[in-house]
């Protein structure tokens, strides 16, 4: 149990376009999701926290209009990465924590954004 | 300095060695403590959860904890070639917050 999916798992798109990323919990019920972007050879930097049916809370940096974060149910959660430029190209993770377990965090297989 | 400190690597053992792989902390509000394998382009994988000071066994991992030192440690006995990773540790001090600080990963390489 504990699945998280993302999809889509790759997106090329071009420089001004906005880009929807889906994450779901298959199996359970998450309280809150969270998002994180990587860079290559980095750690996961977070970037919001989420809990279905409220707003996101963004990490210092983030910006909130150009990464909007929907947490419209306890499975799901997308993330629209608005008016895309090159540097937002990365690697985005979400994660999703069980509503009935402790505060470990199943982690989605990733996007891979590159913006062109 | 880091919260979380994780000696990056890379570290590379023959098959069959036994991994140790380590964070230490500096927050002593952290409770709860987690090992995740990430795989080159994937998504971290949850290898262990540990809560508080103690030892933690599954099959060929093994989680410790020492609060007293600030100390976690991941034991991998039987070292596969498939182990060959990025081994990530994380820490909560659970609550509301419910972020996890983590480690900057080592990256580990199992040898045949």
């Known amino acids: 149990g504990a699945v998280v999916s993302q999809h889509p798992s790759r997106v090329i798109c071009k420089s001004g376009t906005s880009v929807k990323i889906e994450c779901r919990s298959l199996?359970?019920?998450?309280?809150?999701m969270f998002w994180y972007r990587q860079f290559p050879k980095q750690s996961l930097m977070l970037m919001a926290t989420s809990n279905e049916g409220s707003k996101a809370t963004y990490e210092q940096g983030v910006e909130k209009d150009k990464f909007l974060i929907n947490h419209a149910s306890l499975t799901l959660s997308t993330l629209t990465v608005t008016s895309a430029h090159p540097e937002d190209s990365s690697f985005y993770i979400c994660?999703?924590?069980?509503?009935?377990?402790?505060?470990?965090?199943?982690f989605g297989p990733g996007t891979r954004l590159t913006v062109t | 300095q880091k919260e979380v400190e994780q000696d990056p690597g890379p570290l590379s053992v023959p098959e069959g060695a036994i991994v140790s792989l380590n964070c230490t902390y500096s927050n002593s509000a952290f409770q709860y403590f987690m090992w995740y394998r990430q795989y080159s382009r994937k998504g971290p994988e949850l290898l262990m959860y540990t809560y508080s000071s103690g030892n933690k066994e599954d099959g060929r991992f093994t989680a410790q904890v020492d609060k007293s030192s600030k100390y976690i440690s991941l034991f991998i006995r039987d070292s596969q070639p498939s182990d060959s990773a990025t081994y990530l540790c994380?820490?909560?001090?659970?609550?509301?917050?419910?972020?996890?600080?983590f480690g900057t990963g080592t990256q580990l390489k199992v040898e045949l």
């Open positions: 994380a820490m909560t001090r659970g609550g509301g917050g419910n972020k996890l600080t």
């Open positions: 199996d359970f019920q998450a309280t809150t």
């Open positions: 994660s999703a924590r069980a509503r009935d377990r402790g505060y470990e965090q199943y």
